[in-house]
């Protein structure tokens, strides 16, 4: 399995941007996939997965902000942010947790200029 995810780039505070990741491989509805992002000197934290029956969890700052979605058709996985700040300020990862095994996509920078 491979992710390959697009759509980092340079937004203003209050700005939008979406993210997407393709996964080449096999992906079965019920692996979980996700966005991760770490930011300098932090830790990486979970930011939205979204599993089977488009079930989603969000991490607490983001909830009212971003959106995961997800076409199964394509195997690909998006991140639709709105209303940025420069706390999202980050590398941004996709993930799917297949059957137990963790795929990491190269991630995307994400820079919100205040």
């Known amino acids: 399995v491979q992710l390959q995810a697009f759509g980092g780039g340079l937004v203003q505070a209050g700005g939008s941007l979406r993210l997407s990741c393709a996964a080449s491989?096999?992906?079965?509805?019920?692996?979980?996939m996700g966005w991760y992002r770490q930011a300098p000197g932090k830790q990486r934290e979970m930011v939205a997965t979204i599993a089977a029956g488009y079930r989603t969890r969000y991490e607490g700052s983001v909830k009212d902000r971003f959106t995961i979605s997800r076409d199964y058709a394509k195997n690909t996985v998006y991140l639709q942010m709105n209303d940025l700040k420069p706390e999202d300020t980050a590398v941004y990862y996709c993930h799917v947790d297949r059957w137990g095994d963790d795929y990491w996509g190269q991630g995307t920078l994400v820079t919100v200029s205040s």
């Open positions: 491989g096999s992906i079965a509805s019920t692996n979980v």
